[in-house]
T-cell receptor
Framework: KNEVEQSPQNLTAQEGEFITINCSYS?????LHWLQQHPGGGIVSLFMLSSGKKKHGRLIATINIQEKHSSLHITASHPRDSAVYICAVKVDSNYQLIWGAGTKLIIKP | DAGITQSPRHKVTETGTPVTLRCHQTENHRYMYWYRQDPGHGLRLIHY???????DKGEVSDGYSVSRSKTEDFLLTLESATSSQTSVYFC??????????????FGEGSRLTVL
């Protein structure tokens, strides 16, 4: 079983829909990252969370440390949001990150 | 923007030749990472550095070596490239004072093809 599980693996939605991508982990962490990668493109950090909730524009990220779960929400989705969204956790007392497999999101106009 | 650049961005080489990829940052951050990204595997850590001359192995370090003689440069070397090392390589830095607190910034990637 992977230590970081993302769901769904693939998601196709219509423009304007509210999107939720989930990340569950099984290890003790000090931080969780959400990142975005467009096809053929670079990787951009969206959020780093250690507790609570963060918002940036139409993106919202939440984390529940007790339940070992984080969600990334996109409100009023747009075709330019089409990308792979990746969750990564920073393990306690370790320099390394454990990466989820990514969620491929396609927003249709 | 963390001022991170990778070079070369694209390289085609032959099996058995040495290859060095360079990651350069302008912000003086302590933590630097080299990842490779392959279809079906996501990002996998090759090596990382937590300071000048301080490096350690990641999960897929075989066949790779690194050096960090200056804060701003982290070099990844393939001593004798093999076809299995065909991949996209990403350098990343962590902006925090500790690896726990920093936001991640990635270079644009270096696409390496080993024939």
């Amino acid at each position: 079983k992977n230590e970081v599980e993302q769901s769904p693996q693939n998601l196709t939605a219509q423009e304007g829909e509210f999107i939720t991508i989930n990340c569950s982990y099984s290890v003790g962490i000090s931080a969780l990252h959400w990142l975005q990668q467009h096809p053929g493109g670079g990787i951009v950090s969206l959020f780093m969370l250690s507790s609570g909730k963060k918002k940036h524009g139409r993106l919202i990220a939440t984390i529940n440390i007790q339940e070992k779960h984080s969600s990334l929400h996109i409100t009023a989705s747009h075709p330019r949001d089409s990308a792979v969204y990746i969750c990564a956790v920073k393990v306690d007392s370790n320099y390394q990150l454990i990466w989820g497999a990514g969620t491929k999101l396609i927003i249709k106009p | 923007d963390a001022g991170i650049t990778q070079s070369p961005r694209h390289k085609v080489t032959e099996t058995g030749t040495p290859v060095t990829l360079r990651c350069h940052q302008t912000e003086n951050h302590r933590y630097m990472y080299w990842y490779r990204q392959d279809p079906g595997h996501g990002l996998r850590l090759i090596h990382y550095s937590y300071g000048v001359k301080d490096t350690d192995k990641g999960e897929v370090s075989d066949g790779y070596s690194v050096s960090r003689s200056k804060t701003e440069d982290f070099l990844l070397t393939l001593e004798s490239a093999t076809s299995s090392q065909t991949s996209v390589y990403f350098c990343a830095i962590s902006s925090g004072k500790s690896a726990d607190t920093g936001e991640l910034f990635f270079g644009e990637g270096s696409r390496l093809t080993v024939l």
